[in-house]
T-cell receptor, first 111, second 112 residues
Framework: KNEVEQSPQNLTAQEGEFITINCSYS?????LHWLQQHPGGGIVSLFM???GKKKHGRLIATINIQEKHSSLHITASHPRDSAVYIC?????????????FGTGTRLQVTL | ETGVTQSPTHLIKTRGQQVTLRCSSQ?????VSWYQQALGQGPQFIFQ???????GRGNFPPRFSGLQFPNYSSELNVNALELDDSALYLC???????????FGPGTRLTVL
């Protein structure tokens, strides 16, 4: 079992829909990252959070430390949101610098 | 402010060869992390450099080695290339080892 699990693996939505991507992890963490990767390969950091909730534009990220779970929400989705969304965690023991990644959720938003 | 850059963009090598990939960190960042991303997978942590010293390593064999220079740019060297080394190699820089990471565009390595 991977230390970081994401669901769903693939998601298709129509423009305007509210989208939720889930991330569960099995280790103690000091921080959780949400990343966006476009087909060319480049990765953009969306959020880094260790508690509560963060919002940036149409994106909202929440984390529940007790339940070891985080969600990324996209409101009023748009075709330009189509990308792979990756959850990554930084452990709180051992190599503090190491990020462990999920396998990503591929989102396709259609008109 | 200049972002993270990587070179080359694409590279084709044959099995057994050696390769060097380069990364220039974002201005003011003294930490560089390297990741390997196989097709359809999430990135895997290779190692991190902080102020020219290795600061953590993932489960990669010794033929994966690195360097960080006084200007905080970095190199990833892979010796004795294997077919399974074909992947996208990403570097990310950060202000310190535990802060938000900013990723470069990646180098796609193909080993034939």
């Amino acid at each position: 079992k991977n230390e970081v699990e994401q669901s769903p693996q693939n998601l298709t939505a129509q423009e305007g829909e509210f989208i939720t991507i889930n991330c569960s992890y099995s280790v103690g963490i000091s921080a959780l990252h949400w990343l966006q990767q476009h087909p060319g390969g480049g990765i953009v950091s969306l959020f880094m959070l260790s508690s509560g909730k963060k919002k940036h534009g149409r994106l909202i990220a929440t984390i529940n430390i007790q339940e070891k779970h985080s969600s990324l929400h996209i409101t009023a989705s748009h075709p330009r949101d189509s990308a792979v969304y990756i959850c990554a965690v930084r452990g709180n023991t051992g190599t503090a610098s190491k990020l462990t990644f999920g396998t990503g959720t591929r989102l396709q938003v259609t008109l | 402010e200049t972002g993270v850059t990587q070179s080359p963009t694409h590279l084709i090598k044959t099995r057994g060869q050696q390769v060097t990939l380069r990364c220039s960190s974002q201005s003011g960042h003294n930490t560089v992390s390297w990741y390997q991303q196989a097709l359809g997978q999430g990135p895997q942590f290779i190692f991190q450099y902080y102020r020219e010293e290795e600061n953590g390593r993932g489960n990669f064999p010794p033929r994966f080695s690195g360097l960080q220079f006084p200007n905080y740019s970095s190199e990833l060297n892979v010796n004795a290339l294997e077919l399974d080394d074909s992947a996208l190699y990403l570097c990310a820089s950060s202000l310190v080892s535990y802060s938000e990471q900013f990723f470069g565009p990646g180098t796609r390595l193909t080993v034939l």
